[in-house]
């Protein structure tokens, strides 16, 4: 099973709608001492993927789960708040690698219950659902009845198709529930700034047709219309051909890829199996011989955690629009 497969595990209906607030204290934050005047913009309450919290002050020992949620807190130069981070899908961005090799790393995947506890957070942060994964005891609802705030990015709970704007949204929560918007706001600016330098270079190009090859032997699994990575070739001037598909990921059969002609495939590195391994399965399948994007070998790269909802957005947008338009570049 892919990562992203698992990634998409929902969370448990009561861990989604029930507005929570941490137990035993304010969310997310000490209480100030008595007498003692607030942060600046605190109390702060932000209601995320049906979860309410009101933080008092901003966190101070949070944990992160899942490479986009981590950079996310990198980038927002959060790493003296964070008493540990988990999961990650290849390497840190080298910006960041001095920051991230500052915290401790409490497990290759997810921690277990016992193991995120131990590392006395106030806030978690997942990437993905699956952090939050009721049958593990990581859930938000028993998360919050420990104390413990939580946030859930929220290209897993949006309804309709996610874009730029819920990029900004993500990151400027974050940077609010941390006490720092002016970071957040700095961050969103220049990513804008390079996804626009990029959008108008290949504005007037003809716009390739783009199957989104994640993984998949008997079927594929591919990037639908809802997430992202659907946002992210459309800025880089291609059509997602599976951009019909109501998700963020879903599985479609080969006779659908053949029917759609794509003339590129964007491959997502990641995992156990290799991208040369990844081409190989589709250059050796009959059936897609005479795929366009196939039959004249033409493949795009990029890292998982490219195409997901995070600081590496203008990072995809540019590398895509490279290799579906190397003219414009």
Not at 7 to 30: E, V
Not at 163 to 192: D, S, W, Y
Not at 249 to 259: A, H, L, Q, T
Request: charged share 20%; glycine share 10%; aromatic share 6%.
């Amino acid at each position: 099973m892919s990562r992203i497969r698992a990634a998409l595990r929902p969370l448990s209906a009561l861990a989604l709608l029930i507005p929570l607030t941490a137990c035993g204290g304010p969310a997310g934050g000490q209480e100030p001492a008595s007498g003692a005047k607030a942060a600046p913009g605190f109390p702060y309450t932000v209601t995320n993927c049906g979860v309410t919290s009101t933080y008092q002050a901003p966190p101070a020992r949070a944990v992160t789960m899942n490479q986009h949620a981590t950079e996310i807190m990198l980038a927002l130069g959060l790493q003296d708040r964070m008493a540990g981070t988990a999961y990650l899908d290849d390497s840190v961005l080298p910006a960041y690698r001095t920051a991230y090799d500052g915290i401790a790393v409490l497990a290759e995947r997810y921690p277990s219950k016992e193991v995120l506890l131990g590392a006395d957070p106030d806030f978690v942060y997942g990437g993905y659902a699956s952090a939050f994964d009721q049958g593990q005891g990581r859930d938000r609802a028993g998360l919050a009845r420990a104390g413990i705030a939580s946030r859930l990015s929220i290209e897993y709970c949006t309804p309709g198709r996610v874009g730029l704007a819920q990029l900004t949204t993500e990151i400027m929560e974050v940077a609010r529930t941390f006490g720092v918007p002016e970071r957040g706001a700095a961050l969103v600016e220049e990513e804008q700034r390079r996804i626009d330098a990029v959008t108008a270079r290949v504005k007037d190009r003809p716009r390739p047709a783009v199957f989104v090859y994640d993984s998949g032997e008997t079927s594929a699994f591919t990037s639908g219309g809802n997430g992202i990575g659907n946002e992210i070739v459309s800025l880089a001037g291609g059509t997602n051909v599976f951009a019909d598909l109501q998700d963020t990921f879903g599985d479609v059969s080969w006779e659908k890829v053949v029917e759609r002609g794509p003339e590129v495939v964007l491959v997502y590195d990641y995992g156990g199996t290799s991208v040369e391994a990844k081409k190989q399965r589709l250059l050796n399948d009959p059936a897609l011989a005479e795929v366009p994007a196939v039959k004249n070998r033409r493949f795009v790269v990029l890292p998982l955690s490219s195409a997901v909802l995070g600081v590496r957005v203008a990072d995809a947008v540019e590398a895509l629009g490279r290799g579906l338009h190397p003219d414009a570049a």
